[in-house]
């Protein structure tokens, strides 16, 4: 594998991008997927997936994303402490969880779902928030049944087979990351980042991208990634079936990505 200093692997991102376009390595057209960008890119520097050929290359993440995209970018993978009581596989999911849209067809008639793209400004139709306690020095997962929407028959029902299970006071034990965590494992993980932001198009059913903008962003911030909660550009997303959990990611906007960094260079 061929070694980059950082200037070399600019201009070889530049040399990519005046190409034009290059065929996605990801054989699905799924928007959703936001690492079909950096995987592409990936594969045609021929480096291996978050492994960047560069002094000090532990200390760099390579990103990617769609012009045109919407969907949120993951930046880490955490799941919530304490880490003992197994929070999402038996806490959440048994008695919070509701039945998967697939059960009975692509799963077990059994099959419960329990996903939650959770905020910090307000409260999800099912009751859950995301709360900053600095006091606590904690980001908590919190449910309040009064924020619920009634008025809405599954949720109604939902929420009735909730209390029958558990009770509609608090989460306990309540969820939480600690912030002094946080800022240690998403800090290590995204120290200093290489932000690619790619054209799409489709020909023949396949997806196609052209590398656009390139950003060189160095110095987590991480008062800028607690500000992005407080502005409701980041947060917790839960994806968990009874035969799988997918993980509990931290997730931010497309356009939030820069506030994570004390310095943000465009080089393309």
């Known amino acids: 594998m061929k070694l980059f200093t950082k200037d070399e692997l600019i201009n070889a991102i530049k040399k990519l991008s005046d190409h034009g376009w290059y065929k996605s390595v990801k054989k699905t057209v799924d928007i ?9 890119l990936e594969v045609l520097l021929g480096i291996e997936e978050n ?23 993951t930046l880490k993978h ?15 999911l048994p008695n919070y969880g509701w039945r998967h849209e697939q059960a009975g067809k692509k799963y077990p008639d059994t099959e419960m ?9 307000g409260y999800t139709n099912r009751g859950f928030s995301i709360v900053i306690d600095k006091q606590e020095n904690k980001l908590k997962f919190v449910f309040d049944s009064s924020y619920t929407d009634k008025s809405n028959p599954i949720i109604s029902k939902w929420l009735g087979e909730v209390e029958k299970k558990t009770g509609l006071g608090s989460l306990n034990p309540e969820p939480y990351w600690g912030l002094d965590d946080l800022k240690y494992e998403i800090g290590a993980k995204i120290k200093n ?11 023949n059913r396949h997806e196609y991208f052209k590398f656009k903008d390139l950003y060189v962003m160095s110095g987590f911030d991480f008062n800028g990634f ?6 409701g550009l980041a947060y917790v997303d839960f994806d968990a079936r009874t035969g799988h959990n997918h993980g ?18 465009k080089k393309l």
């Open 51 to 73: 492994n960047l050929p560069i002094p000090n290359a532990m200390e760099w993440e390579l990103k990617g994303q769609r012009a045109d995209s919407s969907s949120l970018l």
């Open 226 to 231: 607690i500000k992005c909660f407080q502005e």
């Open 113 to 121: 779902s329990f996903r939650s793209t959770t905020y910090a400004t």
């Open 78 to 92: 955490i799941e919530p402490s304490p880490r003992a009581s197994k929070i999402v596989p038996q806490i959440l």
């Open 32 to 40: 959703r997927n936001d690492g079909a960008v950096g995987n592409t």
């Open 248 to 265: 509990t990611k931290f997730r931010i906007r497309q356009n939030a990505w820069k506030n994570l960094y004390n310095s943000v260079e």
């Open 193 to 203: 980042c290489f932000y690619i932001i790619a054209e799409r198009k489709i020909e």
